[in-house]
């Protein structure tokens, strides 16, 4: 679960197969942008076999199972995934002996990636999916269940009420309960990170409403310091759960699933966007010093995956005015009607205050909230005193440092994190900043 790799072919197919028990269906979703489909035509199943232009189809297998074929080359640039679909109308999938995925080379019969599965008690899922990275295809193993069958399943996708032409193997399921909130990729999460992610998201809904704020939306950007002294923190894996921590504040706030993010020392560097479906893999490869320890004479550098920064250009000062520029830069040149709340993670030794001071000035007129969050007791320089600062438009920086972030628990963080959020939005909107 939550594999990925390359499709260097054009045409695929993705078969669904089993060792014994209730009969599978099996169907495809063609999703935007947004993660949803465009019509009822977007589905592709047994009642409804080839999709418009018919890049995509609904075939059989030689062994009598279901099976999906999809040209990638011909899939319009509006589709960026293609997500397989499975259930039974029989009782559950965990009924179902030996369930799994295969992505075959359609032209070769080459299997390229074989995925097991092990339901227990959901009738559907998402099985697996290819989606587009960077102008390339990918596949995805997913296995995310659901338990109220391909009705529940169609809903969080856009498909409300599900087909009526969408083949039942079995009597029809219980009408799906209204979708529980949910953020675009929260659903291709592990099951532990996706309930850790739930309740975290309750809890910054708690922390907003203190503040008086309920149903706001803004967009998140995550800044993590990647100086010398921050090695400590990474190799614990403290930075790692600060992410994950913060990727619930996006979950909430930023409706489309996903959080910009930079990283810092003496040059700033943008990572690759944190798709929330991708978390996982997000920060196993771009949270972290990188390779900043393989610079030995008897050492050679690590081989970086796509979009990995080399930490080495990054370097080991703290420049924070430099990065501070370069949101600054990316929020006017990709203009949203939102605010922007910008969570800035470092561990201090702030020594170019009056750069930074001149930095954070001149955003006092931009539609962006600075948090910035100290991890210990350094030296954090400017910082530290800035929303004392008189001759701003608005008080556009919020400050607080903690000892050890791992020992705060969620709902005091969100409460720190986001006290003076409520408090700018009003006086943004108050002087302008903010329409």
């Known amino acids: 679960m939550g594999a990925n790799l390359p499709v260097d072919v054009d045409r695929v197919r993705l078969e669904i197969g089993r060792a014994d028990g209730p009969a599978v269906s099996a169907a495809a979703l063609l999703l935007t942008g947004t993660g949803r489909v465009r019509s009822g035509a977007d589905l592709v199943a047994r009642d409804q076999p080839g999709a418009p232009g018919d890049a995509v189809r609904h075939v059989g297998t030689p062994d009598g199972a279901e099976a999906v074929e999809v040209d990638l080359a011909a899939l319009p640039d509006s589709t960026e995934r293609v997500a397989l679909c499975a259930w039974t109308g029989s009782g559950t999938l965990g009924r179902v002996t030996g369930l799994r ?15 097991d599965m092990a339901p227990r008690s959901e009738t559907a899922l998402v099985a697996g999916e290819l989606y587009r990275r960077e102008g390339r295809w990918r596949f995805r193993a997913v296995g995310q269940g659901y338990d109220h069958g391909f009705a529940g399943l169609a809903a969080d996708f856009g498909l409300t009420p599900a087909p009526a032409r969408a083949p039942r193997p079995g009597p029809a399921p219980r009408p799906a309960p209204p979708a529980r909130p949910q953020t675009r990729g929260e659903e291709l999460l592990p099951a532990d990170m996706g309930e850790r992610l739930s309740l975290r998201k309750q809890q910054v809904a708690t922390s907003l409403r203190k503040g008086g704020l309920t149903g706001v939306t803004a967009r998140v950007i995550l800044v993590l310091d990647a100086s010398g002294s921050m090695s400590g923190l990474y190799a614990k894996g403290t930075v790692a759960r600060v992410a994950e921590r913060m990727a619930a504040v996006a979950a909430l706030l930023d409706d489309d699933g996903t959080m910009q993010a930079w990283t810092f020392a003496t040059r700033p560097a943008r990572l690759p ?32 995956a796509d979009g990995q920064v080399d930490m080495r250009t990054v370097g080991i000062q703290n420049e924070e005015q430099k990065v501070i520029a370069d949101v600054r830069a990316y929020v006017r040149d990709h203009p949203v009607p939102l605010p922007t709340l910008v969570l800035f993670f470092s561990d201090g030794g702030v020594y170019r205050s009056k750069e930074i001071e001149r930095e954070l000035r001149a955003a006092a007129d931009e539609p962006v909230f600075w948090q910035f969050v100290g991890l210990g007791r350094s030296h954090y320089g400017v910082l530290e005193y800035f ?15 903690v000892d050890d972030v791992d020992q705060v628990a969620d709902p005091e963080l969100y409460d720190r994190l986001l006290s003076e959020f409520p408090l700018w ?4 909107r108050e002087a302008g900043v903010l329409r």
């Open 101 to 115: 995925l295969r992505l075959v080379a359609a032209g070769s019969g080459t299997v390229l990636a074989h995925f």
């Open 273 to 304: 966007d944190l798709h929330l479906g991708e978390l996982p893999e997000w920060l196993r490869l771009h949270v972290r010093v990188g390779q900043l320890g393989v610079i030995g004479r008897k050492k050679r550098p690590k081989s970086r």
């Open 387 to 401: 929303d004392t600062l008189p001759g701003r438009t608005v008080d556009n920086v919020g400050f607080f440092a």
């Open 425 to 428: 939005l009003g006086a943004a």
